[in-house]
């Protein structure tokens, strides 16, 4: 063991979470490609949970940003105007909201995802006069109170230390055509007599991600969105991690035709692993006051060099085109796996590049991705029993990557069921 490892194993904490999944210490990174201290060249099916979807070090957003920096560009502007913002907004507009008929202003809430999502509920809240959330169980929104308070999971929830206030959780969608849990939800509103109070918002991911992949039917997300529209609740979508094409399309909601309130976007913002996100917020209820929802670390100049160099990518629907043929790949590999493996007890969720096999038997998910990491496949487990192995390589990963990694899930799988 290296002694740069040390730091790690002698670290009584947390922090060491992602170091106990992938016991190594990493150097560098190209595309879907990482290296070790050791020279030893990994796969990676991870791509930062989705915070790469680009792959690792882009070749022209490395560029981009080396001549950016190299020409002294600024670097922080808190909430001033610069050139960068301006291009980023501009491109982002044309290449992203126009093409798909979405009107949004765009706010800079905070480097990272639950910064978005407590921007969202505050919002909601101010617009609305209401106090109350509702949230799906087996959610994810982030880890400070607000996200906290909508996200659905006990382990969670506990690290509040207080109790976590003013949400309703109802049942998601678990990926089976039962529409019974929004029938109820409309009954216990249409009740406003006996108390229940109408909610400033929902809020949702429409593939839930840290929960354990699980897929939300476009009829059920059409069918909330009706619910929100009849009773003026705002609709929320966390597309913090299946947003920016993880799900296929840019944004996850696109084939539901539904258009939500409000929309949260973080991880491949950025497109190069920087910190950024935004909150794309229908003009109507744009009612912040300047000042009201501020930050030190909004709209990084870096990070808007390398975010509107990544819209590149949606300049024309090749890209789309070609991430679809292969998430077909991938989701026809996983079902050959659960046919061929029936000792997983496997079910394959998820859509596009946001997919994973959820195993009935218990450890055997984190077992298969502890395999693979040793043959050289980076690969995370998700849902609140560890039960998914997920497959999220950047969107980027050609043939030859895709078949690598398969290759060496097969041979994990097989190492792992007997
Ligand atoms: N929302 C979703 C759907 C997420 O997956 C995450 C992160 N896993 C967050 C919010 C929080 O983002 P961050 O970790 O950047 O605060």
Redesign the pocket.
Known sequence: MSQNMDIFNNMESEVRSYVRSFPTIFTKAKGYKMWDESGKEYIDFFAG??ALNYGHNDSVMQKKLVEYITSDGITHSLDMASTAKAEFLNRFNEVILKPRDLNYKVMFPGP????T?ESALKLARKVTGRTDIISFTNG????TIG?LSVTGNSMKRKGAGIPLQNVVTMPYDNYVDDQDSLDYLERFLEDSGSGVAIPAAMIL?TVQ??GGINAASFEWLKKLEGICKRWGILLIV?D???GVGRTGTFFSFEPAGIKPDIV?L??SLSGYGLPF?VTLVRPEIDKFQPGEHNGTFRGNNHAFVTATSALSYWENDDFEKDVKVKSEKIYTFLEKMVKKYPELKGEVRGRGFMVGIASEVEGLSNKIAANAFELGLIMETSGPKDEVFKLFPPLTIDEEGLNKGFAIIEESIKAQVK
């Open positions: 949970a989705g990272t995802g639950t910064n999502v994810f929104h982030g880890m996200s991911e991600g840290e966390d913090v991690q299946a949260c973080s991880k996100a």
